[in-house]
């Protein structure tokens, strides 16, 4: 039997970011750009098996321009996540 259960979840989404800014004589203009990103999310979950409650979670986001990155980048992202396992008192 164990005593932890590990589960993850590992998510991408495209996102967009909007800036603006006045430009032109006495700021009346009005200039935008435009970012297209992919947010790539993992989280794990440690879970003692017995009791069923959470010991840990470590959650780690990364902003790629798109998902296969995201997806090459995922050994290296547990093991900045778990660098952080056990929690320091």
Not at 7 to 19: D, F, I, M, P, S
Not at 24 to 40: A, D, E, L, P, S
């Amino acid at each position: 039997r164990p005593d932890l259960v590990v589960t993850w979840h590992l998510g991408a989404a495209n996102k967009r970011e909007v800036q603006s800014w006045a430009t032109g004589r006495r700021g009346m203009g009005t200039r935008h750009t435009t970012y297209n990103y992919t947010q790539g999310t993992l989280v794990i979950d440690l879970t003692e098996a017995a009791s069923k409650h959470l010991v840990w979670r470590g959650i780690y986001r990364d902003d790629e321009s798109s998902p296969a990155k995201v997806a090459k980048k995922v050994e290296k992202d547990v093991k900045e996540l778990f660098s952080k396992y056990p929690p320091k008192k």
